[in-house]
């Protein structure tokens, strides 16, 4: 299965002029990846089904846009992804805060990491930065990242006003801007 | 005044997914037009990337995949897009039953209607124009049926001021030196519509709207009293 970085560009190249083999071969390099993002923020099936179906759509029709210098072609779909799905979740509906769950979704990162990811360099150094932050904190930008919160949620369940919430994040974001580029 | 941080924040929380939905659909459709931030944004989706590694990986099901292939076979589907456009106007109207939404978060999906009406049709016939304090606030946006040429300017974050009322403009060379008053809008911050079937498409697509605070009853003058927010109208592609 074509899974380095190289072999993928490949790929979205020859998607780029409209080959359905190379799509279906990145299709089933990357599925799994874009649906567990998809999935984790959408939380249900139906919903992440359609936003995977239209994150491929827009792999298909942007893939000519695809710049291999700027950014990994694993990222550059997992982004198209992420952003529907946070579409999606921020129009389904009006938050019901009992509906939140609670706040133990941040899984083991270390275990997830060593079964299927490389531990990259980039990660290491947003880690480090992110463990800078104080806990709670860091736990709200990771919630929102990857669990698609919303700050009313993220209020809900680290009891605090939404506005509070949209102001720590701020400060966070800020550190970790700096953070990252020192 | 801008700042970078206030670009940079945006775009941050943009990335993260916490604006609430008015804001998300604005932002959506400043990067289009402003480089700055859709440059902002880029950068935090590289920053926060390496994140994506705490997702588990799950297969999606098997019969994802040809659903996929079989809208590449139609592709009017999607290019046309009328099914998300429907299901959009449907949600505009759901939430608005429900009560839920403050007259802006319904009006922004209205506006990611329009701005997706522009991205897939090859003439499209929408356009919208975004209001703002300095580059960050969005205060107003409009937008504009060029078919019907019906204008419509919802508030976003406009606050009424006592005794004083909002009055729009339009500004072009074709119209002459001065903006001409294109009338007052609503009091109470519903949406305010115009039919503008005296102007010509083409010129209502190169004119620069303009939003000023007058005396109650608009304008003495004839002219802005006050210093105008400007928009332009944001072109159908980009």
Redesign the interface.
Known sequence: MPTTPDQLNDLIRRVAAAD?VA??GL?SAT???L???V???VKR?DL??EV??ET??RI??NARSFDPT???A??WM??IA?NRA??E???VR?VALDDVGGVDE??D?AM??S???EL?A??V???SCLDALEPQRRDI??L???E????EE?GQLFGHPAAT??TW??RS??Q??TC?TT | MTTDNDIDATAGEYVLGTLDPAERAVVAARRLREPALDAAIRDWELRLAPLDAETREIAPPVGLWTRIERRLDTPTDDRAAPVEIGQLKRQVQRWRRAAFAASAIAAALVLAIGVREQVYRAQPTNFVGVFQHGDVQPVFYLTIDLKTRELTLRPVSAERQPGKTYQLWIASNEIGPAPQSLGLVNDDLAPTRKSLTEFDPALLQRATFGVSLEPEGGSPTGRPTSPALHAKLLPATN
């Open positions: 359905r799509f279906s299709y599925s799994a990846k649906y567990g993002i999935l984790r923020i099936r992440a089904d995977l179906q491929y759509i298909w029709n700027r950014a990994a694993i990222t997992a982004t992420r946070v579409d979740v921020r129009k009006p941040i899984e990162p997830l990491i079964e299927q990811m990259t980039d990660y150094r947003l880690q930008v990771k929102a990242y990857l698609g919160r919303s700050r993220l919430i949209k994040l701020h974001l800020k970790l801007r990252l």
